[in-house]
């Protein structure tokens, strides 16, 4: 949910550090200020006050639904060297707990992504906008 509020935080202005998700879909309110506060090295430091972004909802991959998102609930994503061992835009991921490193570099596992897993060909599906994030 934080990672979430920092990457949206600078909406509609700015995009900067936006997260490029799947899986997971959500609105922002961008009437509502942002109540992200960051640290003295311009890194996330925490969320204080009424949240942009709601009705977030994670995806069930083996029956294909989404279901509301558990905040206690610790869940497993991948994200790229960039976010997560430099920090990225805004440091939101330096706290995660790193499970494997050193996969290559993000070109690489998409290469490797579009020829192993989609045999060298992208299909019309990746082509169609879902509407997974919603701004306001």
Same mark, same amino acid.
């Given at each position: 949910?934080?990672?979430?509020?920092?990457?949206?935080?600078?909406?509609?202005?700015?995009?900067?550090?936006?997260?490029?998700?799947? &899986?997971? *879909? $959500?609105?922002? #309110?961008?009437?509502?200020?942002?109540?992200?506060?960051?640290?003295?090295?311009?890194?996330?430091?925490?969320?204080?006050?009424?949240?942009?972004?709601?009705?977030?909802?994670? %995806? #069930?991959?083996?029956?294909?639904?989404?279901?509301?998102?558990?905040?206690? *609930?610790?869940?497993?994503?991948?994200?790229?060297? $960039?976010?997560?061992?430099?920090? &990225?835009?805004? &440091?939101?991921?330096?706290?995660?707990?790193?499970?494997?490193?050193?996969?290559?570099? #993000?070109?690489?596992? %998409?290469?490797?992504?579009?020829?192993?897993?989609?045999? &060298?060909?992208?299909?019309?599906?990746?082509?169609?906008?879902?509407?997974?994030?919603?701004?306001?």
């Amino acid at each position: 949910m934080d990672a979430l509020e920092v990457s949206t935080r600078l909406l509609p202005n700015e995009n900067s550090g936006f997260l490029q998700v799947s &899986g997971i *879909r $959500f609105k922002v #309110d961008t009437s509502v200020t942002t109540s992200v506060v960051m640290d003295e090295n311009e890194l996330f430091g925490h969320v204080e006050g009424n949240r942009r972004v709601s009705d977030v909802e994670i %995806l #069930d991959k083996e029956n294909n639904e989404y279901h509301a998102i558990e905040p206690d *609930r610790t869940y497993t994503i991948a994200s790229s060297t $960039f976010l997560v061992e430099d920090y &990225g835009d805004n &440091g939101i991921l330096r706290y995660a707990r790193v499970k494997e490193s050193n996969l290559g570099q #993000d070109v690489d596992m %998409l290469a490797i992504y579009l020829q192993q897993i989609l045999g &060298g060909k992208i299909s019309a599906e990746y082509g169609n906008i879902e509407g997974r994030i919603v701004i306001k």
